[in-house]
């Protein structure tokens, strides 16, 4: 199966996670404790995200790690938590927010973007091997550069 189909000039390409590789889990580093990275990150496989109407989905090459990142995994300062990440455990089992990589599906509202992209920009759930982010939070990647 390809990783991009036409369809007509006023439709969008849309393929699912599934269709790209056939696959339907990923590997990602997830957590399911506030505390310091030896005692709550490990490898899992875990389902692939599916792409919505105005999302990219992204093969990650490169996520970043940031204070940010380092704050929502222990869950301190403890306000954190009470402003919605979970109070005694993170909702959210996947971390990272910086990302870059190469578009494998869009959504059928994705107007820049086509498989086979190379991209850069913000995200959620970006430390696993595919991550789902808005259109409007990319940028093509510069040619010049490396991931």
Avoid: S
């Avoid at 339907?24 to 580093?29: D, E, L, R, W």
């Avoid at 059928?108 to 850069?120: I, L, M, N, T, Y």
Wanted: proline share 6%; with cysteine; hydrophobic share 40%.
């Amino acid at each position: 199966m390809g990783t991009e189909q036409r369809i007509g000039p006023t439709e969008a390409r849309h393929v699912t996670a599934a269709t790209t590789t056939g696959a339907t889990t990923m590997k990602a580093i997830v957590q399911d404790a506030y505390g310091d990275a030896e005692d709550v990150l490990r490898l899992e496989e875990i389902d692939r995200p599916e792409v919505g109407d105005d999302e990219v989905l992204l093969r990650v090459h490169a996520a970043g790690v940031d204070r940010g990142v380092w704050h929502l995994m222990t869950g301190l300062p403890y306000p954190l938590r009470l402003a919605g990440y979970g109070v005694r455990a993170p909702k959210n089992p996947v971390l990272g927010m910086d990302v870059a990589g190469v578009v494998a599906a869009v959504g059928k509202d994705v107007a820049r973007f086509q498989p086979g992209d190379e991209v850069f920009g913000i995200g959620k759930v970006t430390f696993a091997e595919y991550a789902c982010t808005r259109e409007d939070k990319l940028a093509p990647k510069p040619a010049n550069l490396t991931f």
